[in-house]
């Protein structure tokens, strides 16, 4: 199995609102990313865990709260998102290793679109 | 810090005909590099990937690119496009040491394939 899975595919939120992405792989990978895409953009990195510890926060608002409860699971907790958050929220994931190439395998991301 | 520069936002190329789309590396040391392709509402899935070693590279659907020293280029080609070659593509460079886990994504080239 080499499938990243991300729920929902779509999610329209309000600005008070509190809801969680999801993202889920069974190939064993021990290191899973958040990225955050706009369109017509590049993704950019969020979040790294490895080894279900935060490895990389780049800096990225309170609003957003990561959370990897297991090897297989990451999430990703909004709340209170502005209109600018609007955006393709990708899901990563790779094995751990120093030295050498880790190929990030994508999940096919969740639409967010914040009102 | 390391980046890339992909040279041309939009490439329109005609089915069947080449299909050249740039990218040129900004490091001190060799780095690794990747292409990224992203069909429409979809995540990312990696075309190719220069390492270590032979620097022409041969990757998926056709595609081939090759690690230029010399020119810090690594241009993506085909030789024949289909329709079904249109997409977003993102030129990606990471440490070639350390845990790498950091991707650093070009702005992408959007190709058009016209029947």
């Known amino acids: 199995d080499t499938e990243v899975t991300q729920t929902p595919k779509h999610l329209v939120m309000g600005m008070t609102n509190k809801k969680s992405l999801k993202c889920e792989q069974h190939?064993?990978?021990?290191?899973m990313y958040w990225y955050k895409q706009k369109a017509k953009k590049p993704p950019e990195l969020m979040f790294v865990y490895s080894y279900e510890k935060l490895s990389i926060n780049e800096s990225v608002p309170s609003r957003f709260s990561p959370e990897c409860p297991n090897s297989s699971l990451l999430n990703l907790h909004l709340h209170a998102l502005q209109p600018e958050d609007s955006a393709l929220y990708l899901c990563a994931s790779s094995q751990v290793g120093s030295g050498g190439f880790n190929e990030q395998f994508f999940g096919p991301g969740t639409r967010l679109t914040v009102l | 810090a390391q980046s890339v520069t992909q040279l041309g936002s939009h490439v329109s190329v005609s089915e069947g005909a080449l299909v050249l789309l740039r990218c040129n590396y900004s490091s001190s040391v060799p780095p690794y590099l990747f292409w990224y392709v992203q069909y429409p509402n979809q995540g990312l899935q990696l075309l190719l990937k220069y390492t270590t070693g032979a620097t022409l590279v041969k990757g998926i659907n056709g595609f081939e690119a090759e690690f230029k020293k010399s020119e810090t280029s690594f241009h993506l080609t085909k030789p024949s496009a289909h329709m079904s070659d249109a997409a977003e593509y993102f030129c990606?460079?990471?440490?070639?040491?350390?845990?790498?886990?950091?991707?650093?994504f070009g702005k992408g080239t959007l190709l058009t394939v016209n029947p």
């Open positions: 190939m064993g990978h021990r290191a």
């Open positions: 990606a460079v990471t440490d070639s040491g350390g845990s790498n886990y950091k991707l650093t």
